[in-house]
Protein backbone atom coordinates (compact mmCIF):
# COMPACT_ATOMS: atom_id res chain seq x y z
CA UNK A 1 0.00 0.00 0.00
CA UNK A 2 3.03 1.65 0.63
CA UNK A 3 4.50 1.76 -2.61
CA UNK A 4 0.96 2.40 -4.28
CA UNK A 5 0.65 6.26 -2.17
CA UNK A 6 4.29 6.60 -2.82
CA UNK A 7 4.04 6.08 -6.73
CA UNK A 8 1.13 8.57 -6.84
CA UNK A 9 2.75 11.21 -5.01
CA UNK A 10 5.87 10.80 -7.19
CA UNK A 11 3.64 11.25 -10.38
CA UNK A 12 0.96 13.13 -9.48
CA UNK A 13 1.83 16.21 -11.51
CA UNK A 14 1.18 14.10 -14.63
CA UNK A 15 -2.23 12.07 -13.39
CA UNK A 16 -3.46 16.10 -12.91
CA UNK A 17 -1.86 16.82 -16.07
CA UNK A 18 -3.78 14.03 -17.89
CA UNK A 19 -6.94 14.36 -16.23
CA UNK A 20 -7.26 18.27 -17.17
CA UNK A 21 -6.67 16.97 -20.69
CA UNK A 22 -9.31 14.44 -20.77
CA UNK A 23 -11.70 17.08 -18.90
CA UNK A 24 -11.17 19.78 -21.83
CA UNK A 25 -11.52 17.62 -24.18
CA UNK A 26 -14.42 16.62 -22.86
CA UNK A 27 -15.93 19.75 -22.38
CA UNK A 28 -14.66 20.83 -26.45
CA UNK A 29 -16.59 17.67 -27.56
CA UNK A 30 -19.59 18.41 -25.94
CA UNK A 31 -20.42 22.10 -27.35
CA UNK A 32 -18.65 21.57 -30.55
CA UNK A 33 -20.74 19.31 -33.21
CA UNK A 34 -17.89 19.63 -35.86
CA UNK A 35 -14.89 18.79 -33.36
CA UNK A 36 -16.81 15.82 -31.49
CA UNK A 37 -17.55 14.42 -35.36
CA UNK A 38 -14.00 14.45 -36.22
CA UNK A 39 -13.35 13.03 -32.38
CA UNK A 40 -15.69 10.10 -32.84
CA UNK A 41 -14.54 9.42 -36.54
CA UNK A 42 -10.87 9.04 -34.94
CA UNK A 43 -11.74 6.63 -32.73
CA UNK A 44 -14.02 4.75 -34.62
CA UNK A 45 -11.29 4.43 -36.95
CA UNK A 46 -8.90 3.44 -34.13
CA UNK A 47 -11.60 0.82 -33.17
CA UNK A 48 -11.74 -0.66 -36.42
CA UNK A 49 -7.98 -0.83 -37.07
CA UNK A 50 -7.94 -2.67 -33.90
CA UNK A 51 -10.80 -5.44 -34.59
CA UNK A 52 -9.18 -5.94 -37.77
CA UNK A 53 -6.07 -6.86 -36.27
CA UNK A 54 -7.95 -8.82 -33.73
CA UNK A 55 -9.50 -11.06 -36.39
CA UNK A 56 -6.42 -11.35 -38.87
CA UNK A 57 -5.51 -13.02 -35.48
CA UNK A 58 -7.79 -15.19 -34.60
CA UNK A 59 -7.76 -16.30 -38.68
CA UNK A 60 -4.11 -17.14 -38.43
CA UNK A 61 -5.10 -19.70 -35.35
CA UNK A 62 -7.57 -21.00 -36.27
CA UNK A 63 -5.72 -21.41 -40.37
CA UNK A 64 -5.03 -25.19 -39.42
CA UNK A 65 -8.69 -25.87 -38.58
CA UNK A 66 -10.29 -24.29 -41.30
CA UNK A 67 -8.22 -25.84 -43.90
CA UNK A 68 -9.02 -29.43 -41.85
CA UNK A 69 -12.91 -28.34 -42.19
CA UNK A 70 -11.93 -27.64 -46.11
CA UNK A 71 -10.75 -30.73 -46.60
CA UNK A 72 -13.44 -32.42 -44.77
CA UNK A 73 -16.09 -30.79 -47.30
CA UNK A 74 -13.84 -31.27 -50.81
CA UNK A 75 -13.61 -35.00 -49.61
CA UNK A 76 -17.77 -35.29 -49.01
CA UNK A 77 -18.44 -33.13 -52.73
CA UNK A 78 -16.19 -35.71 -54.58
CA UNK A 79 -17.94 -38.92 -53.27
CA UNK A 80 -21.01 -37.71 -54.64
CA UNK A 81 -19.52 -36.96 -58.03
CA UNK A 82 -20.92 -39.39 -60.95
CA UNK A 83 -17.31 -40.84 -61.27
CA UNK A 84 -17.88 -42.25 -57.50
CA UNK A 85 -20.87 -44.22 -57.52
CA UNK A 86 -22.39 -47.09 -59.63
CA UNK A 87 -25.63 -47.88 -61.55
CA UNK A 88 -27.63 -50.02 -60.14
CA UNK A 89 -30.69 -50.22 -63.04
CA UNK A 90 -31.11 -53.63 -63.22
CA UNK A 91 -34.02 -53.89 -60.19
CA UNK A 92 -36.71 -51.65 -60.08
CA UNK A 93 -36.44 -48.71 -57.00
CA UNK A 94 -39.42 -46.53 -55.43
CA UNK A 95 -36.77 -44.06 -54.16
CA UNK A 96 -34.40 -42.71 -57.20
CA UNK A 97 -31.77 -41.77 -55.10
CA UNK A 98 -31.05 -45.60 -54.36
CA UNK A 99 -30.13 -46.03 -58.31
CA UNK A 100 -26.53 -45.04 -57.96
CA UNK A 101 -24.47 -46.52 -54.59
CA UNK A 102 -21.62 -45.43 -53.74
CA UNK A 103 -18.64 -47.20 -55.17
CA UNK A 104 -15.73 -44.52 -53.83
CA UNK A 105 -14.71 -42.45 -50.72
CA UNK A 106 -12.12 -40.03 -50.18
CA UNK A 107 -10.04 -39.59 -47.14
CA UNK A 108 -8.22 -35.66 -46.76
CA UNK A 109 -4.57 -35.84 -45.65
CA UNK A 110 -1.61 -34.02 -45.03
CA UNK A 111 1.69 -35.10 -47.04
CA UNK A 112 4.19 -35.21 -44.41
CA UNK A 113 7.07 -36.09 -46.21
CA UNK A 114 7.89 -36.39 -50.31
CA UNK A 115 11.06 -37.60 -52.56
CA UNK A 116 10.90 -36.79 -56.07
CA UNK A 117 14.46 -36.76 -56.90
CA UNK A 118 15.46 -40.44 -56.92
CA UNK A 119 14.12 -43.87 -59.17
CA UNK A 120 12.12 -44.99 -56.63
CA UNK A 121 10.02 -41.95 -55.18
CA UNK A 122 7.40 -42.38 -51.84
CA UNK A 123 5.60 -39.96 -50.48
CA UNK A 124 4.44 -40.37 -46.51
CA UNK A 125 1.34 -39.01 -45.27
CA UNK A 126 -1.02 -38.47 -41.60
CA UNK A 127 -3.59 -40.88 -42.54
CA UNK A 128 -3.17 -44.63 -41.65
CA UNK A 129 -5.52 -47.79 -40.82
CA UNK A 130 -6.92 -45.46 -38.32
CA UNK A 131 -8.57 -43.31 -40.82
CA UNK A 132 -9.62 -46.71 -42.92
CA UNK A 133 -6.82 -46.30 -45.03
CA UNK A 134 -4.84 -49.32 -46.47
CA UNK A 135 -2.62 -50.49 -49.25
CA UNK A 136 -3.46 -50.30 -52.69
CA UNK A 137 -5.71 -47.14 -52.66
CA UNK A 138 -5.60 -44.56 -54.67
CA UNK A 139 -3.88 -40.46 -53.74
CA UNK A 140 -5.36 -37.95 -55.67
CA UNK A 141 -4.69 -33.80 -55.02
CA UNK A 142 -7.04 -31.30 -56.40
CA UNK A 143 -5.09 -31.24 -59.36
CA UNK A 144 -4.81 -35.22 -60.57
CA UNK A 145 -3.61 -38.56 -59.42
CA UNK A 146 -0.37 -38.76 -57.15
CA UNK A 147 -0.01 -42.07 -56.45
CA UNK A 148 -1.20 -45.66 -54.52
CA UNK A 149 -0.83 -46.40 -51.12
CA UNK A 150 2.05 -49.24 -50.62
CA UNK A 151 1.66 -49.78 -46.59
CA UNK A 152 -0.15 -48.17 -43.73
CA UNK A 153 0.47 -47.86 -39.99
CA UNK A 154 -2.09 -46.54 -37.74
CA UNK A 155 -1.75 -42.60 -38.06
CA UNK A 156 0.54 -43.17 -41.17
CA UNK A 157 0.70 -43.97 -45.03
CA UNK A 158 3.24 -44.50 -47.66
CA UNK A 159 2.57 -43.67 -51.26
CA UNK A 160 3.81 -45.02 -54.15
CA UNK A 161 4.47 -42.19 -55.99
CA UNK A 162 3.65 -41.38 -59.69
CA UNK A 163 7.29 -40.61 -59.99
CA UNK A 164 8.19 -44.67 -59.33
CA UNK A 165 9.40 -47.05 -61.90
CA UNK A 166 6.57 -49.73 -60.58
CA UNK A 167 3.65 -47.11 -60.98
CA UNK A 168 1.05 -47.55 -63.42
CA UNK A 169 -2.37 -46.49 -64.20
CA UNK A 170 -4.76 -47.61 -66.99
CA UNK A 171 -5.38 -44.06 -69.21
CA UNK A 172 -7.44 -42.93 -71.82
CA UNK A 173 -6.92 -40.23 -74.06
CA UNK A 174 -10.19 -37.69 -73.36
CA UNK A 175 -10.60 -36.69 -77.12
CA UNK A 176 -10.69 -39.84 -78.62
CA UNK A 177 -11.24 -42.68 -76.07
CA UNK A 178 -8.26 -44.19 -76.96
CA UNK A 179 -6.51 -46.55 -74.01
CA UNK A 180 -3.23 -46.81 -73.02
CA UNK A 181 -1.20 -46.79 -69.53
CA UNK A 182 0.47 -44.31 -68.19
CA UNK A 183 4.33 -44.89 -66.31
CA UNK A 184 7.32 -43.00 -65.52
CA UNK A 185 10.76 -43.19 -67.06
CA UNK A 186 12.63 -41.46 -65.20
CA UNK A 187 13.75 -37.79 -65.85
CA UNK A 188 11.75 -34.56 -65.66
CA UNK A 189 9.24 -35.01 -62.34
CA UNK A 190 6.63 -33.06 -64.51
CA UNK A 191 6.51 -35.98 -67.22
CA UNK A 192 4.92 -38.97 -67.31
CA UNK A 193 4.83 -41.38 -70.79
CA UNK A 194 1.75 -42.46 -71.79
CA UNK A 195 2.50 -45.96 -74.06
CA UNK A 196 -0.09 -48.35 -76.02
CA UNK A 197 -1.07 -46.07 -78.63
CA UNK A 198 -0.97 -47.22 -81.85
CA UNK A 199 0.03 -44.94 -84.62
CA UNK A 200 -2.68 -45.08 -86.61
CA UNK A 201 -4.28 -43.18 -83.81
CA UNK A 202 -4.65 -39.34 -84.68
CA UNK A 203 -2.69 -37.18 -81.50
CA UNK A 204 -2.82 -33.80 -80.86
CA UNK A 205 -0.63 -31.52 -78.28
CA UNK A 206 -2.70 -30.52 -75.43
CA UNK A 207 -5.18 -33.25 -75.52
CA UNK A 208 -6.03 -34.25 -71.73
CA UNK A 209 -5.27 -38.08 -70.48
CA UNK A 210 -7.52 -38.91 -67.57
CA UNK A 211 -7.64 -42.44 -65.68
CA UNK A 212 -9.76 -44.85 -67.93
CA UNK A 213 -12.86 -46.79 -66.36
CA UNK A 214 -9.99 -50.25 -65.99
CA UNK A 215 -8.51 -48.93 -62.98
CA UNK A 216 -9.82 -50.30 -60.01
CA UNK A 217 -7.38 -47.44 -57.92
CA UNK A 218 -8.87 -44.22 -59.52
CA UNK A 219 -12.63 -43.66 -60.55
CA UNK A 220 -12.86 -42.86 -64.20
CA UNK A 221 -12.04 -38.85 -65.48
CA UNK A 222 -9.54 -38.63 -62.47
CA UNK A 223 -6.89 -36.09 -64.29
CA UNK A 224 -3.67 -37.33 -65.30
CA UNK A 225 -1.73 -34.50 -67.80
CA UNK A 226 -1.76 -33.19 -70.93
CA UNK A 227 -0.06 -34.25 -73.96
CA UNK A 228 3.14 -32.03 -74.89
CA UNK A 229 4.92 -34.57 -77.80
CA UNK A 230 4.98 -37.88 -79.33
CA UNK A 231 6.68 -39.87 -81.81
CA UNK A 232 6.73 -43.24 -82.93
CA UNK A 233 8.24 -45.81 -80.87
CA UNK A 234 11.08 -47.35 -82.77
CA UNK A 235 10.10 -50.43 -84.69
CA UNK A 236 6.87 -50.61 -82.78
CA UNK A 237 3.61 -49.53 -84.26
CA UNK A 238 2.99 -47.42 -80.86
CA UNK A 239 3.69 -43.86 -80.19
CA UNK A 240 5.92 -42.58 -77.23
CA UNK A 241 3.79 -39.86 -76.03
CA UNK A 242 4.95 -37.38 -73.17
CA UNK A 243 2.52 -36.08 -70.65
CA UNK A 244 2.68 -33.44 -68.49
CA UNK A 245 1.51 -33.83 -65.53
CA UNK A 246 -1.36 -32.05 -64.38
CA UNK A 247 -0.58 -32.25 -60.33
CA UNK A 248 2.77 -30.93 -58.96
CA UNK A 249 4.25 -33.87 -57.54
CA UNK A 250 6.68 -31.90 -55.96
CA UNK A 251 4.68 -29.25 -54.56
CA UNK A 252 1.90 -31.26 -53.10
CA UNK A 253 0.39 -30.73 -49.41
CA UNK A 254 -3.12 -31.61 -49.15
CA UNK A 255 -4.14 -35.30 -51.22
CA UNK A 256 -7.35 -37.86 -50.57
CA UNK A 257 -6.98 -40.99 -50.39
CA UNK A 258 -9.48 -42.88 -52.16
CA UNK A 259 -11.20 -46.19 -51.30
CA UNK A 260 -12.86 -48.33 -53.66
CA UNK A 261 -15.58 -49.95 -51.89
CA UNK A 262 -16.34 -52.89 -54.32
CA UNK A 263 -12.76 -53.70 -55.14
CA UNK A 264 -12.62 -56.88 -52.57
CA UNK A 265 -15.66 -57.89 -54.10
CA UNK A 266 -14.26 -58.06 -58.09
CA UNK A 267 -11.27 -59.55 -56.77
CA UNK A 268 -12.74 -62.45 -55.44
CA UNK A 269 -14.70 -63.08 -58.23
CA UNK A 270 -11.87 -62.51 -60.45
CA UNK A 271 -9.95 -64.90 -58.32
CA UNK A 272 -12.60 -67.50 -58.05
CA UNK A 273 -12.66 -67.36 -62.04
CA UNK A 274 -9.27 -68.25 -62.54
CA UNK A 275 -9.13 -70.90 -60.48
CA UNK A 276 -11.99 -72.48 -62.33
CA UNK A 277 -10.25 -72.52 -65.55
CA UNK A 278 -6.89 -74.47 -63.69
Known amino acids: ?3 ILYFLARYNRIFIFVLLEITALSLVVSYHDAKR ?4 SFLNDI ?8 SDIKYYFHLKSTNESLLAENARLRQNQPNAKWADTMRQVQIIDTT ?7 QPAQVINN ?3 VKNNYITIDAGTNEGVNSHMGVVSTNGIIGITRFSSGNYATVLSVLHK ?3 VSAQILENDEL ?4 WEGGSPDVVTLKDIPVHIILKKGWHVIVSQNSDAFPKGIPI ?3 ISFQTNGSEATYNVKVRLAASIRNVQKVYVINNILLDEKKALETKTLESNK
Request: zero cysteines.
Open 47 to 54: TSRFDSKV
Open 1 to 3: MGN
Open 225 to 227: GTI
Open 115 to 117: STN
Open 100 to 106: FKQKFTY
Open 37 to 40: KTVF
Open 180 to 183: GSVV
Open 166 to 168: DFQ
